[in-house]
């Protein structure tokens, strides 16, 4: 029977982690102000190649007739960036300009949004990361008026997410691709090196991640909940967050149409970029840190899936928000369009295909067994099986979508005039700027005024005031179901978390070979259970009846675990970290 969510019952989340009580709810409301949240600027997380710097190696007959230059290049650099030793500076100047190196590298940089800690009691919180738009090129190149984690409605969302408690991590990632490819070969090559550039961005996605949860083991400077990550995807940033929670294996990279017709091989090479994890690679230089890549939730604005197929029961709760009619990324199905050409790249199933049968699948039951009452959902389930004029065929949207948020704008014969972002904005004079800072850079001769035109043809009457209720709409409608997510992620509660008693303890924390158990004034401990970040259960004992228990480790991978332990008065979760 569905549970039915009010907005007072939902403050339990807050109340249950030990926060500070206020007015309003956490979460649900921004409970600071702009005085109260700090942001960090440009944090390296990574340094990793630069397809942009070399564009040659998006080619692969370059790639193989270079190989071996290439794995030594690799292998010194790897070892440098293992050293902690200063990048050389061939490795870090466009191949254009010193060829000395086939490989160019550069920092890729993140931004964090948090309370200040003078204003928030809080030391351990929930994480947003936001992956931003941009077509996988670099803003003005790409064709748009933005693209990266400057861009407005960025800033906006991670200052929003911060205010209402959240830590808020914006990181850029890598671009490059060949949207401009033409001849008997170059849909292939679009495809080809459209689907490598998304697979890269997916590492670095990953490699935040695992970044932040490497400070938290080392002193949490951020403040964050590691077992309480959400990734959440805008335009091109949302093809990045749905392939990140579904592609698990290389056979998800590996289904037709990801075949290229002339070898038969897929497109998207491990040995080249990569597992799908983001280890190995001639042209990959990440490396494990002991730290889980594991998210607890999806949010997507945009953007969508890459194959229905690579959707599986084990992927976690996904909330989608998606205009009926996007030009660019479909809504129902069709192919993928880029603005930059305006040309098909590959065929994907929009919202209304892959939320029916996330929901199918049971991996949106953790909130869709729940009610809520509020007019944001109410406004979403009212378009549930409409029909819609579509500049394709008539769409009706699922009634199965439960969890999709349908933003239904005015409709236009001409399929790039229809609104797929209304929730993005631009000043118009910080767009001249950049256009003349990039034609400067580059030699090009891009035009500011027809970027600008072109972008108001996808949303016209671009601006803040425009774009604000949407995403007030955005806030409103995932926050509730982030909290009943976040709730229950993992097989540890926060409830759980929130019991912990001063006379259960162990040491040493961090540790290696073993763990010492005490309970003081709690009779026998009977039952210990350890969790990785990801919540699953890794180890289990039970009927010791016993004071103290010796708990060895040795055999666990590095990193943070929950330890979770039972005695006759209390039951108490830890955090362990395993050296």
């Known amino acids: 029977m569905k549970k039915q969510i009010q907005k007072a019952a939902l403050c339990a989340f807050t109340c249950a982690i030990g926060f500070s009580a206020h007015a309003q709810d956490r979460y649900l409301d921004e409970i600071f102000d702009n005085n109260e949240i700090t942001i960090q600027k440009d944090i390296t997380y990574g340094i990793n190649v630069d397809f942009l710097k070399n564009t040659q190696l998006l080619d692969p007959s370059y790639i193989a007739s270079n190989q071996s230059q290439i794995a030594a290049e690799r292998d010194s650099l790897m070892a440098i960036i293992d050293a902690g030793n200063p990048i050389p500076v061939d490795f870090l100047q466009p191949f254009a300009a010193n060829s000395n190196t086939i490989l160019k590298v550069s920092e890729l940089k993140m931004d964090v949004y948090m309370p200040e800690a003078s204003a928030d009691t809080a030391t351990e919180r929930p994480v947003m990361l936001y992956l931003h738009t941009g077509n996988f090129l670099p803003p003005v190149i790409n064709g748009g008026t933005g693209g990266s984690k400057e861009d407005s409605v960025a800033v906006e969302l991670c200052k929003q997410w911060a205010k209402r408690g959240y830590v808020a991590v914006a990181p850029n990632y890598r671009h490059g691709w060949n949207p401009a490819a033409t001849g008997i070969t170059g849909g292939v090559v679009r495809r080809a090196t459209l689907l490598n550039a998304v697979y890269r961005a997916i590492h670095d996605a990953k490699q935040t991640v695992r970044v932040i949860r490497e400070d938290y ?345 929950l330890v979770k332990i039972t005695a006759e008065n209390t039951s108490a979760v830890k955090r362990l970290m395993v050296r």
């Open 217 to 561: 083991a080392e002193g949490n400077n951020y403040g964050i909940d590691v077992n309480r990550v959400v990734l959440y995807g805008q335009g091109s940033g949302g093809y990045v967050a749905l392939a990140y929670n579904a592609i698990d294996r290389q056979e998800d990279t590996e289904t037709p149409k990801f075949l290229n017709p002339q070898s038969g091989q897929s497109y998207v090479q491990p040995s080249i970029v990569g597992d799908w994890e983001g280890f190995g690679g001639l042209l990959n230089l990440y490396t494990p840190n002991g730290q889980s890549a594991d998210i607890q939730a999806v949010v997507h604005a945009g953007g969508t899936l890459g194959d229905i197929s690579w959707l599986k029961s084990s992927a976690s709760p996904i909330i989608s928000l998606h205009c009926v009619r996007d030009p660019f990324a479909p809504f129902d199905t069709g192919n993928v369009i880029v603005p930059t050409t305006e040309e098909n790249v590959v065929p994907v199933p929009g919202p209304n295909q892959f939320m029916p049968r996330a929901n199918n699948l049971g991996i949106n039951d953790v909130y869709t067994n729940e009610t809520f009452n509020d007019v944001y959902t109410q406004r979403a389930q009212s378009i549930y099986g409409e029909t819609y004029n579509h500049y394709l065929n008539n769409v009706t949207v699922s009634t199965e979508a439960e969890g999709m948020f349908p933003f239904v704008l005015p409709f236009a014969q001409d399929r790039f005039e229809n609104q797929g972002t209304p929730w993005e904005w631009w000043a118009k004079s910080d767009l001249d700027n950049l256009v003349a800072a990039v034609n400067a850079q580059t030699g090009g001769s891009y035009d500011a005024n027809d970027i600008h035109n072109n972008a108001l043809n996808t949303n016209p009457g671009q601006g803040r005031a425009k774009a604000l209720p949407y995403i007030d709409t955005i806030q409103n409608y995932i926050h509730p179901r982030l909290m009943v997510i976040l709730d229950n992620a993992g097989e540890v509660s926060v409830r759980d978390k929130s019991s912990i008693q001063a006379d259960v303890s162990f040491f040493p924390n961090p540790a290696v070979n073993e763990v010492t158990l005490m309970a003081k004034g709690s009779g026998n401990i009977n039952r210990v259970e350890i969790f990785n970040i990801s919540g699953k259960l890794v180890y289990s004992r039970s009927g010791m009846d016993s004071p103290v228990y010796n708990m060895p480790v040795n055999q666990f991978s590095k990193g943070m675990y």
